[in-house]
């Protein structure tokens, strides 16, 4: 199958010298080639230009006429827990009336109620809902997803979850990466026994977990009222072990330390980070983790807003994902989260689109097949609707800009 697009208004972020990510002031570098063409050849992007100098002879199985159309590559969201049962609607009157993110869950609710629905969903049952969600987002334009598991809280829940990824994952044409995310919260039936449950992550689930090569990725709730240093420090060692690389939640509720613990131990990515100040931002200068910002989750529960002007005039890079989860972002729509970016973080429409893109990639460790048109590359697409530049899609924040999708080389 090929697909050549034609007469495309802007292609955005083209290149074959893309680099793995952009940082500090390059993170406003965008290339745009005007009036341009894309060819794809089964999964791959083969070639792109501008319509002057399109080789002759170029055809293909599909023609797409693009304009006055945009076309960029498919968001990569690189943080999402979009397998789970239910939803928490309830709770979230509980919010407006006046509770905490930490008081409903220290009432039993939050994390700890959607565990107890996962755990009486069948796995077939799961995977229906969640797909409902991965076609939605699919449509919303997004070509990667990284997927947690973390509300089985018991070993077999909890493989369960990560079973559903991988279905996902060989059924969609979405791109998947699965991470472990046990410690997520301490379930109820451990609420005296911290231990035993960090006993039964290290000592049951992550082997059970390497050994069915269920997930690429280890996840700890490192924040205040979840999991501490020293007990993330524990567990992800363990992970390490078995070859999976953290990516952590951290620094979401307070300056828990966990994103120099991040750092620490190499992590991909740290994950939330309203809570960061200089020794931080220190911190994460120089190394291999990526920033990563959910103005999703910080804009559903009312939270500050991290200072991103700051981390950026810095030096550093950030990516942007939707945290899509029942509790603090029930929504994966990556064009309201670069809208959140520009508006609520003051981020400009070129940093946002790289923080969607290559840096997202990056940060869900795919920066060598997504997050660019670059040949070679996988063909992940997305066409806009007839749109004046680039700057419109976070500017128009409610709309639905997304006309067709191109997924691994098929019109989705
Ligand atoms: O990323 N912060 C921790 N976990 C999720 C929320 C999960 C939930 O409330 O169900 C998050 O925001
Ligand atoms: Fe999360």
């Known amino acids: 199958m090929s697909i050549l697009i034609k007469n495309i208004r802007g292609i955005i972020q083209a290149g074959d010298d893309v680099p793995q990510f952009r940082a500090g002031a390059e993170m406003s570098v965008l290339s745009v080639i005007e009036n341009g063409w894309i060819l794809t050849e089964d999964e791959k992007i083969a070639g792109y230009g501008r319509m002057v100098q399109m080789p002759s002879g170029v055809t293909a199985d599909e023609v797409i006429d693009a304009s006055g159309r945009f076309v960029l590559p498919s968001f990569c ?120 449950y960090i ?68 992590a991909l990515s740290v994950d939330h980070l309203e809570f960061t100040g200089d020794d931080e931002i220190e911190a994460l200068l120089g190394s291999d983790t990526m920033p990563t910002l959910l103005p999703g989750a910080a804009f559903f529960l009312g939270m500050t807003d991290p200072p991103v002007r700051k981390m950026i005039n810095a030096g550093l890079p950030v990516a942007l994902a939707s945290d899509y989860n029942p509790g603090s972002s029930p929504q994966g729509n990556m064009k309201l989260i670069m809208s959140f970016g520009c508006i609520k973080l003051r981020m400009l429409p070129a940093e946002v689109i790289n923080a969607v893109t290559i840096n997202s990639a990056y940060a ?16 992940n697409l997305i066409i806009t609707k007839e749109i004046p530049s680039y700057e419109f899609l976070p500017y128009a924040y409610g709309s639905n800009l997304v006309e067709r999708v191109v997924l691994k080389g098929e019109v989705s």
């Open 77 to 196: 969201d690189s943080h999402t827990h979009i397998v789970y049962a239910g939803s928490r609607e309830l709770e979230y009157m509980d919010k407006i009336r006046g509770l905490s993110y930490e008081e409903i869950a220290r009432r039993g609710g939050g994390i700890l109620n959607s565990a107890e629905l996962l755990r009486e969903t069948s796995e077939d049952e799961l995977y229906r809902q969640s797909m409902e969600r991965i076609n939605e987002i699919i449509g919303f334009g997004t070509g990667a997803v990284e997927i947690k598991s973390g509300y089985g809280l018991d070993t077999e829940s909890e493989l369960k979850m990560l079973r559903v990824i991988r279905r996902i994952s060989e059924s969609s044409p979405i791109e998947v990466k699965p991470t472990f995310l046990g410690a997520h919260a301490i379930p109820a039936e451990y609420r005296n026994n911290r231990e035993g």
């Open 199 to 266: 006993d039964l992550i290290i000592n049951e689930m992550i082997p059970r977990v390497a050994s069915e090569d269920l997930a690429d990725y280890i996840d700890v709730f490192c924040d205040k009222g979840f999991f501490t240093v020293d007990e993330t420090e524990q567990i992800l060692m363990a992970g390490i072990k078995y070859g999976l690389r953290p990516k952590l939640h951290a620094n979401e509720l307070g300056f828990s330390g966990g994103i120099q613990t991040g750092v620490k131990y190499n």
């Open 364 to 379: 869900m460790g795919i920066s060598d097949t997504h997050g660019s048109i670059t040949r070679g590359k996988v063909a």
